[in-house]
């Protein structure tokens, strides 16, 4: 059960991971696309009007592409940086509900079992008297009060659990 609730938690922590990346993607392409489109324009516009030898043209084509290359690694970095934090924190994030759910399931195994023996001794009681042919009334006075404590025991708890989940 606790590997599968591990698997659980994993397989959200990786989903959240995976649309933070997803997001920062298109924002990190939005400027990246607007990065390049405006050292471009820059570069042409300060040019423009001047007489540019094809020496130079080269020089200016491989200026934008070493900026271009220079964008995309750092987009790489970033990529990966974020990738990482994203993981770290989509953990912090899903860290309070797993802790909830570890609550929950060990609330339901001490409730269950505060509620299973009761209603076991109460079973068994009425049936060993049912089927004792020489109980007399002071015998089936006694299984019935015993019958009756643990019914109040177990009202108790009832109560008390839906007590709890009203937040009272």
Do not use: W
């Amino acid at each position: 059960m606790d590997k599968m609730k591990k698997n659980i938690f994993q397989n959200a922590r990786v989903k959240l991971t995976a649309y933070y990346v997803g997001v920062m993607l298109v924002i990190l392409g939005v400027f990246t696309v607007a990065l390049i489109y405006a050292v471009d324009y820059n570069i042409n516009q300060n040019l423009t009007g001047g007489v540019i030898t094809e020496n130079q043209e080269g020089g200016i084509e491989k200026t934008e592409d070493m900026i271009e290359f220079s964008i995309y690694c750092i987009d790489a970095i970033l990529l990966f940086i974020i990738g990482y934090f994203s993981y770290f924190l989509s953990g912090r994030t899903l860290q309070p509900i797993a802790q909830s759910h570890e609550n929950q399931k060990k609330f339901y195994e001490n409730i269950s079992h505060h509620l299973r023996t009761p209603v076991a001794t109460i079973i068994t009681q009425s049936e060993v008297a049912i089927d004792d042919s020489f109980s007399n009334e002071k015998k089936l006075r006694d299984v019935i009060k015993s019958n009756l404590e643990e019914a109040r025991v177990v009202s108790k708890l009832v109560n008390d659990m839906l007590m709890g989940s009203r937040g009272k």
